[in-house]
């Protein structure tokens, strides 16, 4: 390093046409393009990620649906998830209600609401309501509802809070590491089968839930698949 | 520390090898060219741009890399919506299949089938074990049929006379208005022409109309009569295969083709069964009579070469043989006097008929449908002296007028089929559409794509589009006669019209299909009600609905005489068969089909003219031997000739009857000498994009696939005719055959043996090379296959096995892990000896799996995406030096997909971790992962892994090359309809991406799903055994297949892998394969002629079972070889 800075440093031969110092610019620039690129990867590593391109997306709906006023027993309503996404036991998707659920109740309340008027035309052309998706998986992952709710992964754990939502949002990542979090400690989210839709369920004391988990985990012989086969056909 | 080379075990001089194998006649000969080819990676072409010039290429990456550009505009994925139903239908769960009972429309019988369906669009055709004559098993045809409902040149919309877009009401009020019109005068002057069918509400719309119309003509026709026979007779014949233990055949392809193909291979599949010495005693033998190679005659024990004009009088010789040793001397007598001119060994017909005698009561002769009715009714008479298992059902078939009636039209209405282009040369109905006042034509295709309608249209008639079977109510029949639905599971996808609804009015009802089959069922069920209705429209058969046995019928001598033409090298004689791609014609424009390759020959996309080596020989195409070989001296194989990697066949000429065509040359072992075997259902003059070639379309011209026989077919010989003639063309023209794709190079992977060799040594498949090579598992060789699936023993291996089944992966159950139920390890076993290679399984994973159809130029370059390789091995013992090309070879038809190694080789050389071992011992692959190495491929010692050279899913056939700037499938584009086949529970995957067989990991994790689903807060997650079939195991009509967990001593495959026949294939490269073969048992009458020799491999199965003259025969055969010190011994 020395020899390398003396030689640097050497004194220009008489009529150089550049200055002395020109002669640090090649290190100069290495370094340089060393800390770009470091930072760019860092960068990239960071940012070009779910965690920070997809969370919080929270577009408009065409008609401005509340969970928060709807769903959940804190609501106004205290509907049950399963009320509207009535499959989610049953499918590896978890349905978008069809608008004539919605017409359970609002052919008798808000008929003619404009914030409704959508959801009749729909019920009264049969013409899809055009829900934007929020929770968007790469076409070549196959996540299952009704394996996890059936077997003590609530909604809550991917999805947040949503019986507190007024729009819906997506809260959590969902990119691999996040489902492998969770394919690895099942322990940390297991809850007992009641307790699935009740997106507010806490066990009493934080570590009760490690003691429950573990107790779910053996008891129904819980091994959550790590192999690529899992999640990719 | 140098590279190892790995040599793969060679026999020593003087040692016996096993038997040489050949898939063809230029693996057999070893020539230079097919070393070179078998050595490449790839097929020479399939990773090379040919197509594209360089300066070419390099404006399109960049024109590609500009495109790119833009679409990086915007960071998050594009916008995406859902759309949940307005009112949510009954039974549809999104993201659940729903099954509906259904049936696959057949001329003779209908196929029972269960259609997948994902919200209402039909995905996949399964058999419906409901119905138990076809168990879970469909045919190829079956199969392919969904994706005919997608076929992007259906028609449409229908037509006027005057080329008007009709509406849906508007053609029915042009049938109205033809139909009153016609019973003006009676229906003077009105013919239909329309294929034969099953459906009872047909057959009663029919009755209708005839007596609505008593002047109109009724013609049915179809090109490849199955009913021919019954026609005659006026009953059906049906042999009780699964009863039957000798079969005689007489060139009828009862295992390879026609409706009933499902339900004779499973019958006959179950009387082949052999894991014991006495179940070899009990297994069903089958001789064959017949010209051209077929699935059957693949599948003989004793095969006897003969031509189609002479095999009638056979029969009456067959016939006479049997009476003459039932004690029928006099009767024997008066049939053997009325034959004349057959040529044949008459020790082979003595021994046969022995046979068939010794098993009376439980032997059986199976007639051709096409041989004479006097042949019939003399095998008949011989079925009764042998108390044969057959059936004779009162079908209530009618014969309806002949073909050559619609000259007298005046008005034509042609339902269905494709007449213009597959009627006999002697009836030009083209000349009765434009002879006829009016014509309305429907059918499947409009006239852009189909002869018929096309000449309809210029004639100025009415076409109406027709729907899909999946789109429309109707009934049928199956072989037996149980009464089974035809039920619309999607609506009409176009504005279409179902064939009952076209007739109708002609038969002056006025009911929609649906009441039409309602009123048909409250006639052939005791139970009316609506609940019975439902409940048969739910389950799919309509139990003892079967057709009425026939008690009295005639059995009499038969009073015409049988002469044989002599047939010779100036008198050949031409086979005419539906071809496997296309049927008669009528499939022609299915990728699926076009694209699986003929079990016999393996050509793909076009059809050939087969010619047995003796008169290839005769030709003196040659003289030019070009491999000189030890054993065969010097040989001409210019007819099969290899140019560059590709198959290379003289073209040739045959006239008979001042017509001719032209087709290029294909050398097929095992053909009568004087037989050529012509393919019909090809050389399509207007048709769709798969029917025909895409280059010539890409010039503006329409040129059909292959070349066109039914110019030769006339209608007194529809199966076959003599008087050919054969000249040869002075070209050659290359030819689509995937024969030599994928080579093994020969290894032996192919066991087989004698039934007799089976009973002295059950345990003859475990020798052979493995009993040479190292053994894989040394000391942990008595593991059981449980132990050995789970723990992945070192055996005497220097390096320790990663464990790939380290369960539970979860912290919690570190330190606990023997509480934690062992992972199902999931396994397969294909048992060779009841494969027919018929081909089914092949379609099914190919309509499973999403697997693209690449069309011919690529498969030309050797791309072919098929999962499932179904090798055809031939094999001949008798060779010595100086012989010819064998004409009397052995086949051998060997599946060939994933076969999931433990320690799988591809794993080891993948840089980017895409393919690795789950938990369960699968061996996947992680697309997303994939960059397109295929070092994988370069690995694999089986050659099962398939690239995606190109983007086949998202751009057209022709347009592979111009990447973005081609024209890509649009949603809205009638190219893109076939997407909507597509597996939802499966990837589509894109260009630069390895695919192989999954062992269906999507029905796997479906089945753990559910069972876990359902477990909910209990333990009970392992997957019962049958709750889970993969595509390939449940299409296959011979129950080869079966899969499932093999840690579970109790389950299928765990008991079919523990047969004494099971071996792996290419074990000793220490693969470990998950996927093992349970050995080929031929059944042998060695009283036979010749039988002394059989199986052909027999010499060096005895040399194998004794390890040769160097190794002497004092040991004692058995276990003992297989285990791991005695191998070791010998190689040292």
């Given at each position: 390093?020395?020899?390398?800075?003396?030689?640097?440093?050497?004194?220009?031969?008489?009529?150089?046409?550049?200055?002395?110092?020109?002669?640090?610019?090649?290190?100069?620039?290495?370094?340089?393009?060393?800390?770009?690129?470091?930072?760019?990867?860092?960068?990239?590593?960071?940012?070009?990620?779910?965690?920070?391109?997809?969370?919080?997306?929270?577009?408009?709906?065409?008609?401005?649906?509340?969970?928060?006023?709807?769903?959940?027993?804190?609501?106004?309503?205290?509907?049950?998830?399963?009320?509207?996404?009535?499959?989610?036991?049953?499918?590896g998707?978890?349905?978008?209600?069809?608008?004539?659920?919605?017409w359970?109740?609002?052919?008798?309340?808000?008929?003619?609401?404009?914030?409704?008027?959508?959801?009749?035309?729909?019920?009264?052309?049969?013409?899809?309501?055009?829900?934007?998706?929020?929770?968007?998986?790469?076409?070549?992952?196959?996540?299952?509802?009704?394996?996890?709710?059936?077997r003590?992964?609530?909604?809550?754990?991917?999805?947040?809070?949503?019986?507190?939502?007024?729009?819906?949002?997506?809260?959590?990542?969902?990119?691999?590491?996040?489902?492998?979090?969770?394919?690895?400690?099942?322990?940390?989210?297991l809850?007992?089968?009641?307790?699935?839709?009740?997106?507010?369920?806490?066990?009493?004391?934080?570590?009760?839930?490690?003691?429950?988990?573990?107790?779910?985990?053996?008891?129904?012989?819980?091994?959550?698949?790590?192999?690529?086969?899992?999640?990719?056909? | 520390?140098?590279?190892?080379?790995?040599?793969?075990?060679?026999?020593?001089?003087?040692?016996p090898?096993?038997?040489?194998?050949?898939?063809?006649?230029?693996?057999?000969?070893?020539?230079?060219?097919?070393r070179?080819?078998?050595?490449?990676?790839?097929?020479?072409?399939?990773?090379?741009?040919?197509?594209v010039?360089?300066?070419?290429?390099?404006?399109?990456?960049?024109?590609?890399?500009?495109?790119?550009?833009?679409?990086?505009?915007?960071?998050?994925?594009?916008?995406?919506?859902?759309?949940?139903?307005?009112?949510q239908?009954?039974?549809?769960?999104?993201?659940?299949?729903?099954?509906?009972?259904?049936?696959?429309?057949?001329?003779?019988?209908?196929?029972?089938?269960?259609?997948?369906?994902?919200?209402?669009?039909?995905?996949?055709?399964?058999?419906?074990?409901?119905?138990?004559?076809?168990?879970?098993?469909?045919?190829?045809?079956?199969?392919?049929s969904?994706?005919?409902?997608?076929?992007p040149?259906?028609?449409?919309?229908?037509?006027?006379a005057?080329?008007?877009?009709?509406?849906?009401?508007?053609?029915?009020?042009?049938?109205?208005?033809?139909?009153a019109?016609?019973?003006?005068?009676?229906?003077?002057g009105?013919v239909f022409?329309?294929?034969?069918?099953t459906?009872?509400?047909?057959?009663?719309?029919?009755?209708?109309?005839?007596?609505?119309?008593?002047?109109?003509?009724?013609?049915?026709?179809?090109?490849?009569?199955?009913?021919?026979?019954?026609?005659?007779?006026?009953?059906?014949v049906?042999?009780?295969?699964?009863?039957?233990?000798?079969?005689?055949?007489?060139?009828?392809?009862?295992?390879?083709?026609?409706?009933?193909?499902?339900?004779?291979?499973?019958?006959?599949a179950?009387?082949?069964?052999?894991d014991?010495?006495?179940?070899?005693?009990?297994?069903?033998?089958?001789?064959?009579?017949?010209?051209?190679?077929?699935?059957?005659?693949a599948?003989?024990?004793?095969?006897?070469?003969?031509?189609?004009?002479?095999?009638?009088?056979?029969?009456?010789?067959?016939?006479?043989?049997?009476?003459?040793?039932?004690?029928k001397?006099?009767?024997?007598?008066?049939?053997?006097?009325?034959?004349?001119?057959?040529?044949?060994?008459?020790?082979w017909?003595k021994?046969?008929?022995a046979?068939?005698?010794?098993?009376?009561?439980?032997?059986?002769?199976?007639?051709?449908?096409?041989?004479?009715?006097?042949?019939?009714?003399?095998?008949?008479?011989?079925?009764?002296?042998?108390?044969?298992?057959?059936?004779?059902?009162?079908?209530?078939?009618?014969?309806?007028?002949?073909?050559?009636?619609?000259?007298?039209?005046?008005?034509?209405?042609?339902?269905?089929?494709?007449?213009?282009?597959?009627?006999?040369?002697?009836?030009?109905?083209?000349?009765?559409?434009?002879?006829?006042?009016?014509?309305?034509?429907?059918?499947?295709?409009?006239?852009?794509?189909?002869?018929?309608?096309?000449?309809?249209?210029a004639?100025?008639?009415?076409?109406l589009?027709a729907?899909?079977?999946?789109?429309?109510?109707?009934?049928?029949?199956?072989?037996?006669?149980?009464?089974?639905?035809?039920?619309?599971?999607?609506?009409?996808?176009?504005?279409?019209?179902s064939?009952?609804?076209?007739?109708?009015?002609?038969?002056?009802?006025?009911?929609?299909?649906?009441?039409?089959?309602?009123?048909?069922?409250?006639?052939?069920?005791?139970?009316?009600?609506?609940?019975?209705?439902?409940?048969?429209?739910?389950?799919?058969?309509?139990?003892?609905?079967?057709?009425?046995?026939?008690?009295?019928?005639?059995?009499?001598?038969?009073?015409?005489?049988?002469?044989?033409?002599?047939?010779?090298?100036?008198?050949?004689?031409?086979?005419?068969?539906?071809?496997?791609?296309?049927?008669?014609?009528?499939?022609?424009?299915?990728?699926?089909?076009?694209?699986?390759?003929?079990p016999?020959?393996?050509?793909?996309?076009?059809n050939?003219?087969?010619?047995?080596?003796?008169?290839?020989?005769?030709?003196?195409?040659?003289?030019?031997?070009?491999?000189?070989?030890?054993?065969?001296?010097?040989?001409?194989?210019?007819?099969?000739?290899?140019?560059a990697?590709?198959?290379?066949?003289?073209?040739?000429?045959?006239?008979?009857?001042?017509?001719?065509?032209?087709?290029?040359?294909f050398?097929?072992?095992?053909?009568a000498?004087?037989?050529?075997g012509?393919?019909?259902?090809?050389?399509?003059?207007?048709?769709?994009?798969?029917?025909?070639?895409?280059?010539?379309?890409?010039?503006?011209?329409?040129?059909?696939?292959?070349?066109n026989?039914?110019?030769?077919?006339?209608?007194?010989?529809?199966?076959?005719?003599?008087?050919?003639?054969?000249?040869?063309?002075?070209?050659?023209?290359?030819?689509?055959?995937?024969?030599?794709?994928?080579?093994?190079?020969?290894?032996?992977?192919?066991r087989?043996?004698?039934?007799?060799?089976?009973?002295?040594?059950?345990?003859?498949?475990?020798?052979?090379?493995?009993?040479?090579?190292?053994?894989?598992?040394?000391?942990?060789?008595?593991?059981?296959?449980?132990?050995?699936?789970?723990?992945?023993?070192?055996?005497?291996?220097?390096?320790?096995?990663?464990?790939?089944?380290?369960?539970?992966?979860?912290?919690?159950?570190?330190?606990?892990?023997?509480?934690?139920?062992?992972?199902?390890?999931?396994?397969?076993?294909?048992?060779?000896?009841?494969?027919?290679?018929?081909?089914?399984?092949?379609?099914?994973?190919?309509?499973?799996?999403?697997?693209?159809?690449?069309?011919?130029?690529?498969?030309?370059?050797?791309?072919?995406?098929?999962?499932?390789?179904?090798?055809?091995?031939?094999?001949?013992g008798?060779e010595?030096?100086?012989?010819?090309?064998?004409?009397?070879?052995?086949?051998?038809?060997?599946?060939?997909?994933?076969?999931?190694?433990?320690?799988?080789?591809?794993?080891?050389?993948?840089?980017?971790?895409?393919?690795?071992?789950?938990?369960?011992?699968?061996?996947t692959?992680?697309?997303?992962?994939?960059?397109?190495?295929?070092?994988?491929?370069?690995?694999?010692?089986?050659?099962?892994?398939?690239?995606?050279?190109?983007?086949?899913?998202?751009?057209?056939?022709?347009?592979?090359?111009?990447?973005?700037?081609?024209?890509?499938?649009?949603?809205?584009?009638?190219?893109?309809?076939?997407?909507?086949?597509?597996?939802?529970?499966v990837?589509?995957?894109?260009?630069?991406?390895m695919?192989?067989?999954?062992?269906?990991?999507?029905?796997?994790?479906?089945?753990?799903?559910?069972?876990?689903?359902?477990?909910?807060?209990?333990?009970?997650?392992?997957?019962?055994?049958?709750?889970?079939?993969?595509?390939?195991?449940?299409?296959?009509?011979?129950?080869?297949?079966?899969?499932?967990?093999?840690?579970?001593?109790?389950?299928?495959?765990?008991?079919?892998?523990?047969?004494?026949?099971?071996?792996?294939?290419?074990?000793?490269?220490?693969?470990?394969?998950?996927?093992?073969?349970?050995?080929?048992?031929?059944?042998?009458?060695?009283?036979?002629?010749?039988?002394?020799?059989?199986?052909?491999?027999?010499?060096?199965?005895e040399?194998?079972?004794?390890?040769?003259?160097?190794?002497?025969?004092?040991?004692?055969?058995?276990?003992?070889?297989?285990?791991?010190?005695?191998?070791?011994?010998?190689?040292?």
């Open positions: 390093m020395r020899k390398l800075l003396e030689f640097l440093n050497r004194p220009a031969s008489r009529g150089n046409f550049f200055s002395h110092s020109i002669n640090a610019a090649p290190l100069q620039i290495i370094v340089c393009l060393l800390i770009t690129g470091v930072v760019v990867v860092a960068a990239i590593n960071e940012y070009a990620t779910n965690k920070y391109l997809n969370v919080g997306y929270t577009p408009d709906q065409p008609v401005a649906f509340d969970h928060s006023f709807h769903a959940g027993p804190d609501s106004v309503l205290g509907l049950d998830c399963r009320y509207c996404h009535n499959f989610v036991e049953k499918s998707h978890s349905n978008v209600p069809s608008s004539n659920t919605c359970n109740c609002h052919s008798q309340i808000k008929t003619d609401s404009p914030a409704l008027a959508l959801i009749k035309r729909s019920v009264e052309t049969g013409e899809a309501v055009r829900w934007v998706k929020v929770h968007k998986l790469p076409d070549f992952v196959y996540f299952n509802h009704s394996v996890h709710v059936n003590g992964v609530s909604c809550v754990e991917c999805h947040g809070r949503i019986d507190q939502q007024a729009v819906v949002g997506q809260q959590k990542s969902l990119n691999m590491s996040f489902c492998l979090d969770c394919h690895r400690n099942p322990e940390l989210v809850r007992p089968l009641d307790k699935i839709t009740d997106l507010s369920y806490k066990t009493a004391k934080p570590e009760d839930q490690v003691e429950q988990g573990t107790k779910f985990v053996h008891d129904w012989k819980v091994n959550p698949p790590q192999s690529c086969s899992g999640c990719h056909r | 520390m140098s590279k190892k080379v790995f040599e793969h075990p060679v026999a020593q001089p003087g040692e090898t096993g038997p040489q194998y050949w898939r063809s006649l230029e693996e057999r000969n070893k020539s230079p060219e097919f070179t080819r078998a050595e490449r990676e790839f097929v020479d072409g399939a990773s090379q741009i040919t197509t010039e360089r300066r070419e290429f390099l404006m399109l990456m960049g024109a590609s890399f500009g495109l790119a550009g833009l679409g990086l505009a915007g960071c998050r994925e594009p916008r995406t919506h859902t759309l949940p139903y307005a009112k239908p009954e039974n549809t769960i999104p993201g659940i299949a729903t099954f509906y009972a259904s049936s696959f429309p057949g001329e003779f019988a209908n196929q029972p089938l269960l259609v997948e369906t994902h919200q209402h669009r039909p995905t996949k055709i399964e058999g419906n074990p409901s119905h138990h004559a076809n168990g879970t098993a469909s045919s190829k045809f079956a199969q392919a969904v994706l005919d409902l997608y076929d040149d259906r028609a449409q919309a229908s037509y006027g005057n080329g008007e877009l009709l509406s849906l009401a508007a053609s029915r009020d042009f049938l109205r208005s033809l139909s019109e016609a019973k003006a005068n009676g229906g003077a009105l022409v329309a294929r034969p069918s459906s009872p509400t047909r057959a009663r719309l029919v009755a209708s109309l005839k007596s609505n119309l008593p002047q109109a003509t009724w013609i049915e026709y179809t090109p490849v009569a199955q009913n021919q026979a019954e026609l005659a007779l006026g009953y059906r049906l042999p009780e295969y699964a009863v039957a233990r000798r079969f005689l055949s007489l060139d009828a392809d009862f295992l390879g083709s026609g409706d009933g193909m499902v339900e004779a291979t499973r019958a006959y179950s009387a082949r069964r052999a014991s010495a006495e179940q070899a005693e009990q297994m069903a033998r089958l001789y064959v009579v017949e010209s051209t190679f077929s699935i059957t005659g599948a003989a024990d004793h095969r006897l070469r003969a031509g189609s004009s002479q095999i009638s009088a056979l029969a009456a010789l067959f016939a006479a043989e049997v009476l003459a040793q039932t004690g001397g006099s009767e024997a007598a008066a049939l053997r006097s009325k034959v004349s001119g057959v040529k044949v060994d008459e020790a017909v021994e046969c008929v046979d068939l005698v010794a098993h009376k009561g439980k032997s059986v002769i199976v007639a051709g449908n096409h041989l004479s009715v006097e042949a019939h009714r003399a095998v008949q008479l011989a079925n009764d002296a042998l108390a044969a298992p057959v059936k004779y059902l009162a079908s209530g078939v009618k014969v309806t007028a002949a073909l050559s009636a619609v000259k007298s039209a005046k008005t034509l209405v042609i339902l269905g089929g494709n007449p213009v282009y597959d009627a006999p040369a002697d009836v030009n109905v083209a000349e009765a559409i434009k002879s006829a006042a009016k014509v309305v034509r429907w059918g499947y295709h409009g006239a852009a794509f189909d002869e018929t309608s096309a000449a309809v249209k004639a100025g008639g009415v076409v589009a729907s899909h079977y999946l789109e429309s109510w109707s009934d049928g029949r199956t072989l037996d006669g149980t009464y089974v639905p035809v039920q619309p599971m999607i609506e009409p996808l176009f504005p279409t019209l064939e009952l609804e076209v007739l109708s009015p002609f038969a002056g009802v006025t009911q929609e299909p649906y009441a039409l089959v309602r009123e048909t069922f409250n006639g052939l069920s005791a139970n009316k009600s609506d609940e019975a209705f439902a409940a048969w429209l739910a389950e799919g058969v309509l139990a003892k609905s079967s057709y009425a046995v026939i008690t009295d019928r005639l059995s009499t001598l038969p009073s015409g005489s049988f002469a044989a033409p002599e047939l010779s090298e100036t008198n050949l004689e031409v086979r005419f068969v539906p071809s496997i791609h296309s049927g008669d014609g009528l499939y022609a424009n299915n990728g699926w089909l076009a694209e699986s390759p003929d016999l020959t393996r050509t793909c996309w076009e050939v003219i087969l010619i047995s080596p003796k008169m290839a020989k005769r030709l003196e195409i040659e003289p030019e031997p070009m491999v000189i070989n030890e054993y065969i001296g010097a040989l001409n194989r210019n007819i099969n000739q290899i140019s990697g590709k198959l290379l066949c003289r073209v040739a000429k045959i006239t008979v009857g001042g017509a001719t065509i032209e087709g290029p040359l050398i097929m072992p095992g053909l000498d004087y037989t050529l012509l393919q019909l259902g090809f050389g399509r003059r207007v048709a769709g994009r798969v029917a025909t070639r895409v280059d010539e379309r890409l010039a503006g011209r329409i040129t059909g696939n292959g070349f026989v039914y110019p030769l077919v006339e209608t007194a010989q529809a199966a076959f005719r003599a008087g050919v003639k054969l000249t040869l063309v002075a070209k050659s023209v290359q030819v689509c055959n995937m024969q030599d794709h994928w080579s093994m190079e020969g290894r032996d992977v192919v087989e043996g004698s039934a007799e060799d089976f009973k002295k040594n059950t345990n003859f498949a475990k020798l052979g090379i493995d009993g040479h090579a190292p053994a894989v598992y040394g000391k942990d060789e008595n593991l059981s296959p449980a132990e050995k699936a789970i723990t992945t023993p070192r055996g005497n291996s220097a390096y320790e096995h990663p464990d790939h089944s380290v369960a539970p992966n979860v912290a919690v159950w570190k330190g606990h892990e023997a509480e934690f139920p062992k992972l199902q390890q999931w396994g397969m076993s294909i048992d060779l000896n009841t494969c027919t290679g018929c081909n089914a399984c092949v379609t099914a994973c190919q309509s499973e799996n999403n697997i693209p159809v690449v069309g011919r130029d690529q498969v030309l370059k050797g791309r072919n995406m098929l999962w499932i390789r179904m090798d055809r091995y031939f094999f001949d008798r010595k030096p100086g012989m010819e090309i064998p004409t009397d070879p052995q086949v051998t038809f060997m599946g060939v997909a994933c076969q999931h190694c433990e320690t799988a080789p591809c794993e080891t050389v993948c840089p980017a971790n895409a393919t690795v071992h789950d938990d369960q011992g699968l061996n692959m992680a697309y997303n992962r994939c960059i397109g190495t295929r070092y994988c491929a370069n690995n694999c010692p089986y050659k099962v892994r398939r690239f995606n050279f190109l983007d086949y899913n998202k751009h057209e056939a022709g347009h592979y090359y111009e990447g973005p700037l081609g024209p890509a499938k649009l949603p809205k584009d009638p190219a893109d309809l076939p997407q909507l086949q597509k597996n939802p529970d990837s589509v995957r894109m260009r630069g991406v695919e192989k067989c999954t062992y269906c990991v999507q029905r796997i994790q479906e089945a753990k799903i559910h069972q876990k689903a359902h477990a909910r807060n209990s333990a009970d997650i392992r997957v019962p055994d049958g709750a889970l079939k993969v595509a390939c195991q449940q299409a296959c009509p011979a129950e080869a297949i079966e899969f499932g967990d093999i840690t579970d001593p109790h389950s299928r495959v765990a008991k079919a892998k523990a047969s004494s026949r099971t071996y792996g294939a290419l074990t000793y490269l220490n693969t470990r394969p998950r996927t093992t073969y349970q050995a080929k048992l031929r059944n042998l009458n060695l009283r036979m002629p010749g039988a002394i020799l059989l199986p052909l491999s027999r010499k060096e199965m040399g194998r079972e004794g390890h040769g003259a160097t190794h002497g025969a004092g040991h004692e055969v058995g276990n003992e070889h297989a285990s791991a010190p005695h191998g070791e011994a010998h190689h040292q």
